[in-house]
């Protein structure tokens, strides 16, 4: 059974940081492209960041310079290092995986609230 868990939301200041973790099973999981979305109230799921599987990363435009996202094949994880939140980052955090070598798959964790409010 294939589960993605995301952790590591909460409420946090402006100008803070948090660290949001993925921890997956029943996956292979160096064969995938790890992947953060979000979803503001309201609003369609958004990108925010990827790691392929051969480490190169993107970003979307709005959390560059201030998000980090990195991979531990290891542990089968991934991470978003947020710094210099905003009120506009408030959303739900998905974990997504695509696989991008052999048959292509795609799934996604349940979320996980971030808030950022004074």
């Known amino acids: 059974q294939v589960q993605l868990v995301e952790s590591g939301g909460g409420l946090v200041q402006p100008g803070g940081s948090l660290r949001l973790s993925c921890k997956t099973s029943?996956?292979?999981?160096?064969?995938?492209?790890m992947a953060w979305y979000r979803q503001a109230s309201g609003k369609q799921r958004e990108f925010v960041a990827r790691?392929?599987?051969?480490?190169?990363?993107n970003y979307a435009d709005s959390v560059k310079g201030r998000f980090t996202i990195s991979r531990d094949n290891a542990k089968s994880t991934v991470s978003l290092q947020m710094n210099g939140l905003r009120p506009e980052d408030t959303a739900i955090y998905y974990c997504?995986?695509?696989?991008?070598?052999?048959?292509?798959?795609?799934?996604w964790g349940q979320g996980t609230q971030v808030t950022v409010s004074s």
């Open positions: 997504n995986a695509i696989r991008s070598l052999g048959a292509r798959a795609e799934h």
């Open positions: 029943g996956i292979n999981y160096i064969f995938y492209d």
């Open positions: 790691v392929t599987r051969m480490g190169g990363t």
